[in-house]
């Protein structure tokens, strides 16, 4: 079990009443952490504020050995890393290894991508007035950056933030999900503990709403990355004011099959893309739209693909798939089936609970007025809606308030083009699901799916700014 700690700083206080997160599998108390105030957020972006007048300064090769070093130390521990996600979240020991993986890639792309964090001259000799002078621009670090991170990749998604902002030499407030908040801890704790740290860089704090509006609502932090939903997200841009705001928000991303697809190949993926995680994933599949020549054949498909998945106890080796994160998460996945039958839609697999774990489903039959297309699930379901042509399938998947991302099958070269034209969204992949994400690339959103981009490169230049220098 894991005990966390408040770190104002580099220093570790162990606060006052402790809050029990228990596993949403068995549910044992896996870790407890102190109950944080909007008093102790004030004080954490106060030691931030102090923090950054040596961040700023720190050399290069210092934060670059900086982030090299917590990959190393996380990677030793990759087992404790793995263990501690599977407690507090409930997803299968593989698929938390895999993520304690991406972390430790994370980390080493931002150290790399910091060499490439420059600027360029200006040639203000283009006019008449500019012909004495030398220019350039420079990219520096922004200031205090606050970094709320999501429940669903508690670990990778926290590195996505806190490698590049302390790379780019800001000081960072780290308020982890409250579900996870042992991975915080541990995640914390590996770079506040580098030799090469730079002191009270990294403060943590833990809770909820009160906390996380202390933080948006000062005026100390330049930077708010946000990962999270669409109404909180709303409530951050009112709330942060003059300050730069990363939003990484919901989604509902959609496929098309086309009939020259390789059908068994797009129903073994799309039952991938649907499921993992138990589908709590911004980029989780949720809508497929279907050719009507191929419906038929790819509803069968998916539904024999997705009954061969295993469900069970996260901690066994084999489980592609565990529990939901609470029991409301549950109840909330029953209501959207049940919702979708009485309009008409069928069940072709899944659509129940097995011992407390809401199973895999699959809804053929659905109709674009049914919530649960338009609408972020966040559970595992997928829902199959047949088209008559591509026309149809963009304009339907294009009608969402959301646009992460969008994949389409197919062994049209001309069509996937004119996908890639089509699809309004941050993110198109062709031939496989729009779950894929590499952490290299640039990751986010238009629409209400967010602002900004993820990606070591692309998250340099949120947690930096622009700075003009001219010399006579």
């Known amino acids: 079990m894991i005990d966390a700690k408040i770190f104002m700083g580099s220093t570790p206080v162990e606060g006052g009443k402790r809050v029990q997160r228990r596993s949403p599998y068995d549910g044992r108390v896996v870790s407890t952490c102190p109950e944080c105030s909007k008093e102790d957020a004030r004080a954490a972006l106060k030691v931030a504020q102090k923090a950054f007048e040596a961040t700023?300064?720190?050399?290069?090769?210092?934060?670059?050995?900086?982030?090299?070093?917590?990959?190393?130390?996380?990677?030793?521990?990759?087992?404790?890393?793995a263990m501690a996600i599977t407690d507090e979240i409930g997803k299968p020991i593989a698929f938390s290894r895999v993520e304690v993986a991406r972390c430790v890639e994370t980390i080493r792309l931002t150290a790399h991508a910091l060499t490439h964090l420059r600027g360029e001259t200006i040639p203000t000799d283009a006019t008449p007035s500019g012909k004495e002078a030398t220019a350039f621009w420079r990219r520096v670090p922004a200031g205090v950056a606050v970094a709320i991170t999501p429940f669903n990749f508690p670990l990778n998604l926290a590195a996505h933030k806190l490698a590049p902002a302390l790379g780019a030499g800001c000081s960072v407030v780290l308020k982890p999900t409250p579900e996870a908040p042992g991975v915080g801890y541990l995640l914390a704790k590996a770079f506040i503990e580098s030799p090469h740290a730079v002191p009270d860089a990294l403060s943590l704090v833990y809770g909820d709403a009160e906390v996380g509006s202390a933080l948006v609502g000062s005026d100390i932090p330049r930077v708010i990355s946000f990962t999270g939903s669409v109404p909180v997200g709303n409530i951050i841009t009112k709330t942060a004011g003059i300050k730069k705001v990363s939003l990484e928000l919901g989604g509902n991303a959609a496929t098309f099959v086309e009939k020259s697809a390789d059908i068994a190949h797009a129903a073994a993926r799309c039952a991938f893309g649907a499921f993992v995680n138990s589908g709590q994933v911004c980029i989780s599949l949720q809508r497929i739209y279907v050719d009507a020549a191929v419906y038929d054949t790819f509803a069968e498909a998916i539904a024999r693909e997705t009954k061969k998945l295993k469900v069970g106890s996260p901690y066994d080796?084999?489980?592609?798939?565990?529990?939901?994160?609470?029991?409301?998460?549950?109840?909330?996945?029953?209501?959207?089936?049940?919702?979708?039958?009485?309009?008409?839609?069928?069940?072709?697999?899944g659509g129940e609970v097995v011992e407390g774990i809401f199973a895999p489903t699959v809804m053929a039959d659905?109709?674009?007025?049914?919530?649960?297309?338009?609408?972020?699930?966040?559970?595992?379901?997928?829902?199959?809606?047949?088209?008559?042509?591509?026309?149809?399938?963009?304009?339907?998947?294009?009608?969402?308030?959301?646009?992460?991302?969008?994949?389409?099958?197919?062994?049209?070269?001309?069509?996937?083009?004119?996908?890639?034209?089509?699809?309004?969204?941050?993110?198109?992949?062709?031939?496989?699901?729009?779950?894929?994400?590499?952490?290299?690339?640039?990751?986010?959103?238009?629409?209400?799916?967010?602002?900004?981009?993820?990606?070591?490169?692309?998250?340099?230049?949120?947690?930096?700014?622009?700075?003009?220098?001219?010399?006579?």
């Not at 050399?59 to 404790?80: C, F, G, N």
């Not at 996937?416 to 959103?445: H, L």
Request: hydrophobic share 45%.
């Open 366 to 472: 659905v109709t674009d007025d049914m919530p649960i297309v338009c609408e972020e699930v966040f559970a595992p379901i997928v829902s199959l809606v047949k088209v008559a042509h591509f026309d149809e399938a963009v304009r339907k998947m294009n009608d969402s308030p959301y646009g992460l991302q969008f994949s389409i099958f197919t062994n049209d070269l001309k069509l996937a083009r004119r996908a890639v034209d089509a699809f309004e969204c941050g993110g198109i992949v062709v031939n496989d699901v729009p779950t894929v994400r590499f952490d290299i690339q640039p990751y986010g959103g238009m629409k209400l799916s967010g602002i900004g981009r993820e990606g070591p490169q692309f998250a340099l230049e949120e947690f930096t700014e622009i700075q003009s220098v001219v010399i006579f």
């Open 317 to 349: 080796e084999e489980t592609f798939m565990g529990p939901l994160i609470n029991e409301e998460a549950v109840e909330r996945a029953m209501n959207w089936v049940e919702s979708a039958k009485k309009a008409g839609a069928r069940v072709v697999a």
């Open 56 to 81: 700023k300064k720190t050399p290069l090769a210092q934060r670059i050995a900086w982030l090299e070093d917590v990959a190393t130390r996380i990677e030793s521990r990759k087992e404790t890393f």
